[in-house]
């Protein structure tokens, strides 16, 4: 047995150094990968205190000879489209018969990328090598998550790898189509508001204190309206507590978001997520329809169901569901239904639960689940659609409010001027 000197990575960026025993360098490396690190160089020992002291590939023959060029690409990050169209290119390419690594060369010449040009080339080496291709997508977890590396892992497992390809491309494909929808759908009353806090902020630090002036000049103390006294001191108010007021968002925001980043307090804020009325209905549906078409995905390519659950527990992108997912893989795990814990948790719609338990009984689970993804994606489209058409009038009717108000209160004290004005004349 031979010694290996290693330096390696862990899936967070994390760099530790160590040695191995193994026959030779390809086992030292898989050694290596076992304990869940990538290796960035590796190799024959002849002086521990080199793996540690002087950097790889130094000096000829002492210390670590081999290089994997691994962390340059650690730190990027691959847009969700990009992925999407290399991962179909790939599928079409393996379906019509070129081999895996002549695949993953043509692509290398195609993708503009940096990030996946640096893990198609390091995927090469490593499959020409000998690693397997789920091998070579875990040690980029920055760019291949769980349910990328476990479906492709389960179709080498079948031998179905351009089968699970293409469906990984359809996967990405709707969520991103359902992702860009409800962003799309959020763009409209979001721009509007902030024109709305613009035109407020303008009217009331700007063109108010000028009406003020001319009001005390000509109404020598006469009583304004009560609407006129409302929005003058709400101008009086936003003036000389501008920094106070900006302070205070300023500090709720950073505490939100301090909160939010402990356990319980993100579960709390997403249950007020699928609590809030209309906004929860759609967070809920999308996720539901994320949940299902994930796990049946994952199902169908051969994943075992108890890996399939942590990883949608893990990607489900909200704690409360999240959690329900959990009872339901231990419900699993102690050999009962699905359908128990879902019904227990409150967060899955009926319809949802009778689905689950016909496919359970039925043996068509994954079939199941992919139809019910369909559904709620098609429910979210529908959600989208007349969210849209409300919010539109809703901001209308709300920016004319707001600025008729104020339009209001300037004009009616300048009517009674007008009228005195006459009465004088007359």
Do not use: C
């Amino acid at each position: 047995m031979q010694k290996f000197s290693y330096v390696a990575v862990d899936a967070t960026g994390k760099e530790s150094r160590g040695v191995v025993e193994a026959p030779n360098q390809a086992l030292a490396i898989s050694k290596v990968r076992s304990q869940g690190l990538f290796p960035t160089a590796i190799g024959p020992t002849s002086s521990a205190a080199q793996a540690t002291g002087a950097r790889p590939g130094a000096q000829k023959g002492t210390g670590l000879q081999m290089e994997i060029k691994l962390p340059a690409f650690l730190h990027r990050r691959v847009k969700p489209k990009d992925l999407m169209v290399v991962t179909r290119q790939l599928a079409t390419l393996v379906d019509a018969g070129l081999p895996l690594l002549r695949g993953l060369r043509v692509l290398l010449r195609q993708t503009k990328s940096p990030a996946l040009r640096i893990a198609l080339e390091s995927m090469g080496q490593s499959v020409e090598s000998g690693s397997t291709f789920s091998e070579a997508l875990a040690q980029h977890p920055r760019i291949f998550d769980n349910l990328y590396v476990n479906m492709v892992r389960a179709g080498e497992a079948g031998g179905v790898i351009e089968v699970v390809l293409k469906r990984l491309a359809e996967f990405m494909e709707k969520a991103e189509k359902i992702k860009n929808k409800v962003k799309s759908a959020m763009i409209y009353p979001v721009v509007v508001m902030v024109v709305a806090v613009g035109i407020l902020a303008f009217l009331l630090t700007a063109i108010i204190p000028k009406f003020e002036e001319i009001f005390k000049d000509m109404l020598n103390g006469t009583k304004l309206p009560a609407v006129t006294r409302f929005v003058i001191s709400a101008s009086q108010t936003v003036r000389e507590n501008l920094l106070v007021v900006v302070g205070i968002v300023v500090l709720i925001v950073i505490v939100v978001n301090l909160w939010k980043s402990t356990k319980r307090g993100r579960y709390h804020v997403d249950r007020i997520k699928l609590a809030m009325p209309v906004f929860g209905t759609l967070i809920r549906r999308s996720a539901i329809a994320r949940l299902t078409r994930t796990l049946g995905t994952l199902l169908s390519s051969g994943v075992p169901v108890l890996q399939a659950l942590t990883i949608v527990r893990d990607t489900s992108g909200n704690a409360v569901i999240a959690s329900a997912i959990q009872h339901v893989h231990d419900s699993v795990k102690e050999g009962e239904s699905m359908t128990a814990p879902m019904d227990g948790a409150k967060v899955f719609p009926p319809m949802v639960i009778s689905m689950v338990e016909v496919g359970e009984e039925t043996g068509a689970l994954p079939d199941m689940l992919i139809r019910i993804a369909d559904t709620f994606d098609d429910e979210v489209d529908n959600a989208v659609s007349g969210l849209t058409s409300i919010i539109e009038p809703v901001m209308i009717i709300f920016l004319a409010v707001v600025v008729g108000t104020i339009v209001i209160a300037m004009f009616l004290p300048l009517v009674s001027v007008i009228e005195q004005l006459s009465k004088t004349s007359g």
